[in-house]
């Protein structure tokens, strides 16, 4: 078998004791013995309530935190000390798009500004020259559904699904290998998550792209996902195919998880016994 | 009489670029024992109609241009300020979104439940054990008293200790649970929910419904619950109303409209909720199309109305 596009082994974080303005914060365990292997073209999901260590393994596997057990592999490489090349050099191959769409765009700039920045680091790495960004600019645009008349407007002219849109366009400008999704959808409302789910899912057809999908919400994960792992309190619980998971968990946090989701279905209420 | 009763309620707002009407002509009825589910996307106007009720708008740019809100028969947007102060925390209690903005960060939880349970004693002091005649000192000690008694019947822990603390000890569901406290300390007879649990985990979630179930079924209260998640509706609603850009297409209790919805909107809503039961490749977006042949509905239900 080929290497793992990213490997995770044993992986621990601790927040180290800081001494701060208000007196002294004790040390904090946020991950412990994390395993985690997915393979190129696979959709990965993360379950897990607040505070169960989603955000520290995602800045783990992006090399923002240095793991204090274990260690993160990247197409077999590790992911930090790295030198500034070698860095760069990474990123261009993982990228992230975050939960609130509009706080990770830039008031100020443009639709197209926004995603050409990622051009300037990247471009000489990928090949595109400074004259092909704009060109570069519309495909991307086009391959997330939004048209040319977009090119040159502000953020603020567009709606949630559509700064979302954007997001990943920006994220894709890289012909990154790995894109991972920290709740993508969670901001959005039905009816436009649904597009971005089917959007993404198409991508990924498309362009052979690995996802790294975190999610609170079970039903995205059991839609998105070929393989789901449940963290709570920074520990692994359960790990599989979503179906195995979903259909037969075996721990009973995942089990409580589950029955947390409501169901559209008004039959399924253990509230409603009033008829 | 019906406890809410919302008749052909139409708002607009100003801006620079002149008047836009956001509400056109909603109907509503919510009686006591009902939960009603209010849902629809961003910008259907259901947290707009949540705010009328206690009349929470800004008059400057909010101005009402038809229609009634009685509750309990009195008609709210021609009462008084002082009479809707009175309402507000007395017989209406509120619930917002995020339960971190909504409480003062530098003030004890308890001092803020005090004041919201003192504010709520001025009208009703007997929701306190009161007559009204007792001393500041008195009448603090029984709001103190009270708070506690019902943070703990709403499984806080250790209530009396948790007063003393600030927001920022309290976890998200924790701070939920104590808003909903505030909110129910004067023993409102209508709960306004405004998307209470979508800041929260669904396991925490899952706590505040059945909290919030549990107070209709002990007080016969009546719950006006704003939320854009079916799912929540499903669970926890008698009835359900969908809202699409400031109309109600479709109403009724919530076996009904869940199980068969009649609108083409409610089915499309239906559609893009994945459950854990969905398949690849079988969710359906609002798309372009979808969305002209809703509004092709909808304007021809108003003509038919009209006619």
């Known amino acids: ?275 | 009489m019906a406890l809410l009763d919302i008749s052909d309620l139409h708002l607009s707002m100003r801006s620079f670029e002149g008047e836009t009407p956001i509400l056109k002509g909603i109907d509503l009825t919510v009686e006591r024992g009902q939960i009603w589910g209010v849902v629809g996307e961003t910008g259907s106007g259901k947290s707009l109609t949540g705010l009328t009720i206690s009349r929470l708008l800004p008059t400057t740019t909010a101005r009402y241009t038809g229609g009634q809100v009685r509750f309990d028969g009195k008609d709210v947007l021609r009462a008084s300020d002082r009479e809707m102060r009175a309402l507000r925390g007395g017989r209406i209690g509120m619930i917002f979104q995020d339960p971190t903005t909504n409480l003062n960060p530098s003030f004890r939880i308890g001092t803020q439940m005090v004041d919201a349970a003192l504010h709520a004693a001025r009208d009703k002091p007997e929701i306190l054990g009161l007559t009204g005649r007792e001393s500041r000192r008195a009448r603090r000690r029984a709001a103190w008293d009270a708070s506690v008694a019902l943070l703990e019947s709403f499984g806080l822990h250790d209530a009396a200790d948790r007063m003393t603390r600030f927001p920022h000890e309290f976890s998200g569901g924790m701070r939920q649970r104590v808003l909903i406290a505030m909110a129910m300390i004067g023993q409102p007879d209508l709960l306004i929910a405004d998307e209470p649990t979508t800041a929260l985990d669904v396991s925490v979630q899952s706590q505040i419904l059945r909290l919030i179930h549990r107070l209709v079924e002990e007080r016969n209260i009546g719950v006006m619950f704003i939320t854009h998640n079916l799912g929540v509706v499903a669970q926890l609603c008698s009835h359900v109303a969908v809202m699409y850009r400031g109309r109600i297409v479709e109403r009724g209790p919530v076996t009904s409209v869940l199980k068969a919805p009649e609108h083409i909107y409610t089915r499309a809503l239906m559609d893009a909720i994945p459950t854990a039961r969905a398949q690849m490749d079988t969710l359906r977006g609002i798309d372009g199309p979808l969305r002209d042949r809703i509004e092709a509905e909808i304007a021809a239900t108003a003509k038919e109305a009209a006619a």
């Open chain 1, 1 to 275: 078998m080929s290497t793992p596009l990213l490997k995770i082994e044993g992986l621990g974080h601790v927040y180290g004791a800081r001494r701060g303005l208000f007196g002294t914060s004790p040390a904090f365990r946020a991950l412990t013995g994390i395993d985690i292997s997915i393979a190129r073209g696979e959709s990965f999901g993360l379950v897990g309530e607040s505070g169960s260590g989603k955000t520290t393994l995602t800045r783990n596997i992006l090399g923002l935190e240095r793991p204090s057990e274990g260690h993160v592999l990247f197409d077999g490489h590790p992911v930090i000390d790295l030198g500034r090349g070698g860095e760069r050099r990474l990123r261009r191959r993982m990228q992230i798009v975050f939960q609130d769409p509009q706080a990770s765009l830039d008031p100020r700039m443009t639709i197209h500004d926004t995603i050409a920045e990622a051009l300037v680091v990247h471009g000489p790495d990928l090949g595109i020259a400074r004259s092909g960004y704009t060109r570069r600019v519309l495909d991307l645009l086009e391959a997330v559904g939004l048209g040319r008349e977009h090119l040159y407007r502000h953020p603020h002219e567009f709606s949630g699904g559509q700064r979302q849109r954007i997001n990943i366009a920006r994220a894709l400008a890289v012909e990154p290998e790995l894109l991972i999704l920290d709740e993508p959808t969670s901001a959005l409302d039905v009816s436009v998550q649904a597009d971005i789910l089917n959007l993404l899912q198409r991508l990924q057809k498309e362009l052979g792209l690995t996802y790294f999908f975190i999610s609170h919400d079970l039903g995205v994960i059991r839609y998105t996902c070929d393989r789901v792992a449940v963290i709570e309190r920074g520990r692994i619980v359960e790990q599989g195919p979503v179906a195995e998971i979903f259909d037969t968990p075996s721990q009973e946090y995942t089990r409580k998880l589950m029955d947390a989701i409501p169901d559209p279905d008004p039959d399924l209420s253990p509230l409603r016994r009033l008829g």
